[in-house]
Protein backbone atom coordinates (compact mmCIF):
# COMPACT_ATOMS: atom_id res chain seq x y z
CA UNK A 1 0.00 0.00 0.00
CA UNK A 2 1.42 3.60 -0.76
CA UNK A 3 2.83 5.28 2.18
CA UNK A 4 0.13 8.55 2.06
CA UNK A 5 2.08 10.48 4.63
CA UNK A 6 5.65 10.45 2.78
CA UNK A 7 5.71 14.21 2.11
CA UNK A 8 7.38 16.42 4.87
CA UNK A 9 4.68 18.43 6.93
CA UNK A 10 4.02 21.81 4.81
CA UNK A 11 2.71 25.23 5.82
CA UNK A 12 -1.07 25.43 4.60
CA UNK A 13 -2.83 28.91 4.58
CA UNK A 14 -6.65 27.86 4.11
CA UNK A 15 -8.52 31.40 3.11
CA UNK A 16 -12.01 31.11 3.92
CA UNK A 17 -13.31 29.52 6.94
CA UNK A 18 -16.66 28.58 5.41
CA UNK A 19 -17.65 24.65 5.11
CA UNK A 20 -15.54 23.30 2.80
CA UNK A 21 -12.47 25.55 3.79
CA UNK A 22 -12.83 24.52 7.11
CA UNK A 23 -13.20 21.11 5.58
CA UNK A 24 -9.95 20.96 3.50
CA UNK A 25 -8.14 22.27 6.72
CA UNK A 26 -9.51 19.38 8.75
CA UNK A 27 -7.84 16.99 5.86
CA UNK A 28 -4.37 18.60 5.83
CA UNK A 29 -4.53 19.12 9.52
CA UNK A 30 -4.82 15.29 10.14
CA UNK A 31 -2.50 14.17 7.35
CA UNK A 32 0.11 16.25 9.85
CA UNK A 33 0.62 19.67 8.27
CA UNK A 34 0.62 23.30 9.94
CA UNK A 35 -2.61 24.72 8.96
CA UNK A 36 -3.13 28.22 9.37
CA UNK A 37 -6.79 29.56 8.52
CA UNK A 38 -8.05 33.00 6.91
CA UNK A 39 -11.10 34.57 7.42
CA UNK A 40 -12.70 37.93 6.89
CA UNK A 41 -13.77 38.31 10.44
CA UNK A 42 -11.19 35.85 11.86
CA UNK A 43 -8.06 36.79 14.28
CA UNK A 44 -5.32 36.57 11.98
CA UNK A 45 -4.18 39.19 8.88
CA UNK A 46 -3.89 37.58 5.55
CA UNK A 47 -0.14 38.40 5.87
CA UNK A 48 0.81 36.47 9.45
CA UNK A 49 -1.26 33.32 7.29
CA UNK A 50 0.46 33.14 4.06
CA UNK A 51 4.42 34.30 5.65
CA UNK A 52 6.00 30.84 4.81
CA UNK A 53 3.13 29.06 3.37
CA UNK A 54 4.23 26.18 0.79
CA UNK A 55 0.45 25.77 -0.15
CA UNK A 56 -2.24 28.68 0.41
CA UNK A 57 -5.91 27.14 -0.17
CA UNK A 58 -8.66 29.50 -1.64
CA UNK A 59 -12.25 28.21 -0.61
CA UNK A 60 -13.79 31.30 -1.21
CA UNK A 61 -17.29 32.52 -2.86
CA UNK A 62 -17.22 33.52 -6.12
CA UNK A 63 -18.05 36.57 -5.02
CA UNK A 64 -14.89 37.25 -2.56
CA UNK A 65 -12.11 35.91 -5.20
CA UNK A 66 -10.81 38.87 -6.91
CA UNK A 67 -10.96 41.01 -3.79
CA UNK A 68 -8.75 38.39 -1.46
CA UNK A 69 -6.40 37.92 -4.69
CA UNK A 70 -5.88 41.69 -5.13
CA UNK A 71 -5.33 41.94 -1.31
CA UNK A 72 -2.64 38.83 -1.32
CA UNK A 73 -0.84 40.83 -4.27
CA UNK A 74 0.83 43.42 -2.44
CA UNK A 75 2.19 40.87 0.40
CA UNK A 76 5.60 39.30 0.23
CA UNK A 77 4.23 35.72 -0.60
CA UNK A 78 6.76 32.68 -0.75
CA UNK A 79 8.07 32.69 -4.66
CA UNK A 80 7.68 28.82 -4.54
CA UNK A 81 3.91 29.01 -2.98
CA UNK A 82 1.67 27.08 -4.55
CA UNK A 83 -2.27 28.12 -4.82
CA UNK A 84 -5.15 25.72 -4.69
CA UNK A 85 -8.87 27.04 -6.08
CA UNK A 86 -11.82 25.06 -4.47
CA UNK A 87 -14.34 27.27 -5.46
CA UNK A 88 -16.89 26.59 -8.08
CA UNK A 89 -18.38 29.52 -9.92
CA UNK A 90 -17.72 31.97 -12.58
CA UNK A 91 -16.40 36.09 -12.29
CA UNK A 92 -19.28 37.86 -13.69
CA UNK A 93 -17.85 40.43 -15.22
CA UNK A 94 -15.31 38.49 -16.83
CA UNK A 95 -16.03 35.17 -17.14
CA UNK A 96 -13.26 34.23 -15.46
CA UNK A 97 -13.02 31.24 -13.67
CA UNK A 98 -11.25 30.89 -10.23
CA UNK A 99 -7.75 29.37 -10.69
CA UNK A 100 -7.73 32.42 -14.08
CA UNK A 101 -8.23 35.08 -11.45
CA UNK A 102 -5.31 33.18 -9.10
CA UNK A 103 -2.78 32.54 -12.50
CA UNK A 104 -3.68 36.45 -13.83
CA UNK A 105 -2.72 37.89 -10.24
CA UNK A 106 0.48 35.42 -9.52
CA UNK A 107 1.36 34.40 -13.20
CA UNK A 108 4.67 33.48 -11.69
CA UNK A 109 3.28 30.97 -8.73
CA UNK A 110 1.80 27.39 -10.18
CA UNK A 111 -1.60 27.07 -9.43
CA UNK A 112 -4.14 23.89 -8.66
CA UNK A 113 -8.23 23.47 -9.42
CA UNK A 114 -9.12 20.90 -6.51
CA UNK A 115 -12.86 19.50 -7.49
CA UNK A 116 -14.78 16.52 -7.19
CA UNK A 117 -17.98 15.29 -5.14
CA UNK A 118 -17.10 16.41 -2.33
CA UNK A 119 -19.70 17.26 0.33
CA UNK A 120 -18.70 19.31 2.93
CA UNK A 121 -20.80 17.56 5.31
CA UNK A 122 -20.00 14.25 4.76
CA UNK A 123 -16.45 14.54 5.01
CA UNK A 124 -16.65 15.87 7.93
CA UNK A 125 -18.33 13.17 9.27
CA UNK A 126 -15.46 10.93 8.21
CA UNK A 127 -16.70 9.27 5.26
CA UNK A 128 -14.60 8.04 2.03
CA UNK A 129 -14.85 10.65 -0.79
CA UNK A 130 -12.60 11.22 -4.05
CA UNK A 131 -11.42 14.30 -5.74
CA UNK A 132 -8.53 15.50 -7.79
CA UNK A 133 -6.53 17.94 -8.37
CA UNK A 134 -5.47 19.56 -11.81
CA UNK A 135 -3.22 21.94 -12.84
CA UNK A 136 -0.37 22.91 -16.06
CA UNK A 137 2.42 21.72 -13.56
CA UNK A 138 2.37 18.31 -12.80
CA UNK A 139 5.00 18.94 -9.78
CA UNK A 140 2.45 20.95 -8.07
CA UNK A 141 -0.44 18.99 -8.92
CA UNK A 142 1.40 15.74 -7.38
CA UNK A 143 2.82 17.50 -4.39
CA UNK A 144 -1.31 18.73 -3.55
CA UNK A 145 -2.34 15.11 -3.98
CA UNK A 146 0.45 13.75 -1.39
CA UNK A 147 -0.98 16.64 1.20
CA UNK A 148 -4.30 15.77 0.93
CA UNK A 149 -4.89 12.36 0.39
CA UNK A 150 -5.73 10.07 3.13
CA UNK A 151 -7.26 6.40 4.05
CA UNK A 152 -10.70 8.85 3.63
CA UNK A 153 -9.73 11.37 0.89
CA UNK A 154 -8.93 9.63 -2.10
CA UNK A 155 -7.17 12.29 -4.53
CA UNK A 156 -6.59 12.00 -8.60
CA UNK A 157 -4.35 14.12 -10.78
CA UNK A 158 -5.86 15.73 -13.89
CA UNK A 159 -4.12 17.63 -16.64
CA UNK A 160 -7.22 19.43 -17.46
CA UNK A 161 -7.51 22.35 -15.21
CA UNK A 162 -10.34 23.96 -16.91
CA UNK A 163 -12.40 20.73 -17.34
CA UNK A 164 -12.07 20.02 -13.73
CA UNK A 165 -12.63 23.44 -12.66
CA UNK A 166 -16.11 23.65 -15.69
CA UNK A 167 -17.13 20.35 -14.03
CA UNK A 168 -17.99 21.09 -10.40
CA UNK A 169 -19.22 25.09 -11.76
CA UNK A 170 -21.30 23.98 -14.41
CA UNK A 171 -23.08 20.98 -11.99
CA UNK A 172 -24.07 23.15 -9.95
CA UNK A 173 -26.99 24.54 -11.99
CA UNK A 174 -27.86 21.19 -13.13
CA UNK A 175 -27.99 20.32 -9.47
CA UNK A 176 -30.83 23.25 -8.69
CA UNK A 177 -32.63 21.42 -11.89
CA UNK A 178 -32.50 18.20 -10.11
CA UNK A 179 -33.57 19.78 -6.94
CA UNK A 180 -37.18 20.98 -8.94
CA UNK A 181 -37.25 17.15 -10.18
CA UNK A 182 -37.60 15.83 -7.00
CA UNK A 183 -39.13 18.10 -5.51
CA UNK A 184 -41.95 17.90 -8.16
CA UNK A 185 -41.93 14.45 -7.69
CA UNK A 186 -41.12 14.06 -11.30
CA UNK A 187 -39.66 10.10 -10.65
CA UNK A 188 -36.69 8.65 -11.14
CA UNK A 189 -36.53 8.33 -14.86
CA UNK A 190 -37.14 11.45 -15.20
CA UNK A 191 -34.04 12.34 -12.87
CA UNK A 192 -31.68 10.07 -15.23
CA UNK A 193 -33.06 11.96 -18.28
CA UNK A 194 -32.10 14.95 -16.63
CA UNK A 195 -29.10 14.55 -15.37
CA UNK A 196 -27.99 12.96 -18.54
CA UNK A 197 -28.78 15.86 -20.63
CA UNK A 198 -27.63 17.94 -18.37
CA UNK A 199 -23.97 16.45 -18.16
CA UNK A 200 -24.49 16.61 -22.68
CA UNK A 201 -25.03 20.09 -21.97
CA UNK A 202 -21.86 20.69 -19.45
CA UNK A 203 -19.42 19.05 -22.27
CA UNK A 204 -21.00 21.57 -25.28
CA UNK A 205 -19.95 24.92 -23.21
CA UNK A 206 -16.74 23.09 -21.67
CA UNK A 207 -15.53 22.75 -25.23
CA UNK A 208 -16.73 26.14 -26.16
CA UNK A 209 -14.56 26.85 -23.48
CA UNK A 210 -11.66 24.87 -24.79
CA UNK A 211 -12.07 22.67 -21.90
CA UNK A 212 -11.74 18.54 -22.96
CA UNK A 213 -14.80 16.32 -23.14
CA UNK A 214 -13.18 13.19 -21.35
CA UNK A 215 -12.92 14.96 -18.49
CA UNK A 216 -16.56 15.67 -18.05
CA UNK A 217 -16.83 11.81 -17.70
CA UNK A 218 -14.92 11.76 -14.78
CA UNK A 219 -14.98 12.41 -10.58
CA UNK A 220 -15.02 16.25 -11.32
CA UNK A 221 -17.69 16.16 -13.86
CA UNK A 222 -20.53 13.21 -13.49
CA UNK A 223 -18.57 12.30 -10.12
CA UNK A 224 -19.90 15.92 -8.91
CA UNK A 225 -23.15 16.19 -10.74
CA UNK A 226 -24.38 12.70 -9.51
CA UNK A 227 -23.17 13.85 -5.58
CA UNK A 228 -25.31 17.08 -6.08
CA UNK A 229 -27.84 16.16 -8.24
CA UNK A 230 -28.92 13.55 -5.10
CA UNK A 231 -27.93 14.82 -1.79
CA UNK A 232 -30.49 17.55 0.43
CA UNK A 233 -26.64 18.03 1.64
CA UNK A 234 -26.33 20.05 -1.59
CA UNK A 235 -27.45 23.81 -1.30
CA UNK A 236 -28.06 24.38 -5.00
CA UNK A 237 -30.22 21.18 -5.22
CA UNK A 238 -32.30 22.83 -1.99
CA UNK A 239 -32.58 25.72 -3.94
CA UNK A 240 -34.49 23.98 -6.59
CA UNK A 241 -36.34 21.52 -4.13
CA UNK A 242 -37.73 24.56 -2.09
CA UNK A 243 -38.60 26.54 -5.57
CA UNK A 244 -40.60 23.63 -6.61
CA UNK A 245 -42.32 23.48 -2.85
CA UNK A 246 -43.47 26.81 -3.67
CA UNK A 247 -40.98 28.88 -1.98
CA UNK A 248 -39.15 32.27 -3.78
CA UNK A 249 -35.71 32.29 -4.32
CA UNK A 250 -35.58 35.47 -2.32
CA UNK A 251 -37.30 33.36 0.93
CA UNK A 252 -34.96 30.46 0.29
CA UNK A 253 -31.23 32.25 -0.13
CA UNK A 254 -32.72 34.28 3.14
CA UNK A 255 -31.91 30.64 5.51
CA UNK A 256 -30.08 28.56 2.93
CA UNK A 257 -26.81 27.55 5.27
CA UNK A 258 -23.73 28.92 3.15
CA UNK A 259 -22.99 29.61 -0.49
CA UNK A 260 -25.40 28.59 -3.65
CA UNK A 261 -23.18 29.43 -6.06
CA UNK A 262 -25.31 27.99 -9.08
CA UNK A 263 -27.55 30.88 -8.34
CA UNK A 264 -25.35 33.41 -10.23
CA UNK A 265 -23.20 30.60 -12.25
CA UNK A 266 -26.66 30.30 -14.18
CA UNK A 267 -27.22 34.30 -15.02
CA UNK A 268 -23.50 34.32 -16.64
CA UNK A 269 -24.06 31.06 -18.78
CA UNK A 270 -27.41 32.60 -20.00
CA UNK A 271 -25.65 35.55 -21.11
CA UNK A 272 -22.68 33.56 -22.72
CA UNK A 273 -25.52 31.28 -24.31
CA UNK A 274 -27.28 34.06 -25.70
CA UNK A 275 -24.00 35.96 -27.29
CA UNK A 276 -22.55 33.21 -28.65
CA UNK A 277 -25.79 31.43 -29.29
CA UNK A 278 -24.68 28.19 -27.40
CA UNK A 279 -27.78 26.07 -26.60
CA UNK A 280 -28.18 25.24 -23.18
CA UNK A 281 -32.16 24.77 -22.67
CA UNK A 282 -31.72 22.94 -18.79
CA UNK A 283 -29.88 26.03 -17.76
CA UNK A 284 -32.29 28.38 -19.89
CA UNK A 285 -35.11 27.02 -17.75
CA UNK A 286 -33.50 27.01 -14.65
CA UNK A 287 -32.38 31.02 -15.43
CA UNK A 288 -36.48 31.51 -16.35
CA UNK A 289 -37.41 30.03 -13.03
CA UNK A 290 -35.23 31.38 -10.89
CA UNK A 291 -35.85 35.12 -12.16
CA UNK A 292 -40.05 34.56 -11.86
CA UNK A 293 -40.47 33.97 -15.68
CA UNK A 294 -41.78 30.30 -15.24
CA UNK A 295 -42.74 28.20 -12.36
CA UNK A 296 -41.34 24.91 -12.05
CA UNK A 297 -44.37 23.01 -14.09
CA UNK A 298 -44.06 25.28 -16.95
CA UNK A 299 -40.34 24.76 -16.84
CA UNK A 300 -40.84 20.96 -16.88
CA UNK A 301 -43.27 21.67 -19.78
CA UNK A 302 -40.95 23.79 -22.11
CA UNK A 303 -38.12 21.14 -21.60
CA UNK A 304 -40.45 18.35 -22.73
CA UNK A 305 -41.92 20.43 -25.30
CA UNK A 306 -38.77 21.10 -27.31
CA UNK A 307 -38.04 20.70 -30.80
CA UNK A 308 -37.62 16.88 -31.00
CA UNK A 309 -34.00 16.21 -32.47
CA UNK A 310 -31.04 13.74 -32.76
CA UNK A 311 -29.76 12.65 -29.50
CA UNK A 312 -26.22 13.75 -29.85
CA UNK A 313 -25.45 17.61 -31.31
CA UNK A 314 -22.29 18.38 -29.77
N1 LIG B 1 -19.57 23.15 1.02
C1 LIG B 1 -19.26 22.23 0.14
O1 LIG B 1 -19.72 21.07 0.26
C2 LIG B 1 -18.35 22.55 -1.00
C3 LIG B 1 -18.17 23.84 -1.47
N2 LIG B 1 -17.38 24.09 -2.54
C4 LIG B 1 -17.18 25.44 -3.06
O2 LIG B 1 -16.34 26.15 -2.14
C5 LIG B 1 -16.71 27.53 -2.12
C6 LIG B 1 -17.04 27.92 -0.70
O3 LIG B 1 -18.13 27.11 -0.28
P1 LIG B 1 -18.54 26.98 1.24
O4 LIG B 1 -17.35 26.89 2.11
O5 LIG B 1 -19.52 25.91 1.32
O6 LIG B 1 -19.26 28.39 1.43
P2 LIG B 1 -19.47 29.21 2.75
O7 LIG B 1 -20.53 30.20 2.42
O8 LIG B 1 -19.64 28.30 3.91
O9 LIG B 1 -18.06 29.96 2.92
C7 LIG B 1 -17.62 30.95 2.02
C8 LIG B 1 -16.38 31.63 2.57
O10 LIG B 1 -16.02 32.68 1.66
C9 LIG B 1 -15.81 33.86 2.41
N3 LIG B 1 -16.08 35.04 1.59
C10 LIG B 1 -17.19 35.31 0.86
N4 LIG B 1 -17.07 36.52 0.28
C11 LIG B 1 -15.86 37.01 0.67
C12 LIG B 1 -15.17 38.23 0.43
N5 LIG B 1 -15.70 39.20 -0.32
N6 LIG B 1 -13.97 38.39 0.99
C13 LIG B 1 -13.44 37.45 1.76
N7 LIG B 1 -14.03 36.28 2.04
C14 LIG B 1 -15.24 36.07 1.50
C15 LIG B 1 -16.77 33.75 3.59
O11 LIG B 1 -16.42 34.60 4.64
C16 LIG B 1 -16.61 32.27 3.94
O12 LIG B 1 -15.46 32.09 4.74
C17 LIG B 1 -17.90 27.67 -3.07
O13 LIG B 1 -17.43 28.12 -4.32
C18 LIG B 1 -18.46 26.26 -3.19
O14 LIG B 1 -19.09 26.03 -4.43
C19 LIG B 1 -16.70 23.08 -3.14
C20 LIG B 1 -16.81 21.78 -2.70
C21 LIG B 1 -17.64 21.42 -1.59
O1 LIG C 1 -19.89 21.16 -4.76
C1 LIG C 1 -20.36 20.57 -3.82
C2 LIG C 1 -20.11 19.15 -3.56
O2 LIG C 1 -19.17 18.62 -4.44
C3 LIG C 1 -21.25 21.27 -2.86
O3 LIG C 1 -22.45 21.50 -3.49
P1 LIG C 1 -23.37 22.72 -3.02
O4 LIG C 1 -22.54 23.96 -3.19
O5 LIG C 1 -24.56 22.65 -3.90
O6 LIG C 1 -23.69 22.47 -1.57
Given at each position: ?7 N ?9 G ?20 S ?34 G ?10 T??K???P ?28 K ?19 A?L ?13 T?S ?7 G ?15 G???G ?8 T ?15 K ?5 G??G??D ?13 QV ?25 TC ?18 Q ?14 L ?8 K????Y
Open positions: MTNLKSTPKSIAVLGAAWGSGLASIAEANGHRVSIWRNGSYTLAEVVENADMIVSAISTKGVREVATQLQLAIPPKAVFVATGLEETISTPSQIWQETFPSHAVVVLSGPNLSEIQLGLPAATVVASRSKDAEVQLVFSSSRFRVYNDPLGVELGTLKNVIAIASGVCDLQLTNAKAALVRGLTEMVRIGNFWGATETFYLSLGLLATCNSPLSRNYGYQMACGKTLTEILAHLEGTAEGVNQVLMQQAKQRNISIPITEVYRLLQGEVTPRQADELMLREIPEYS
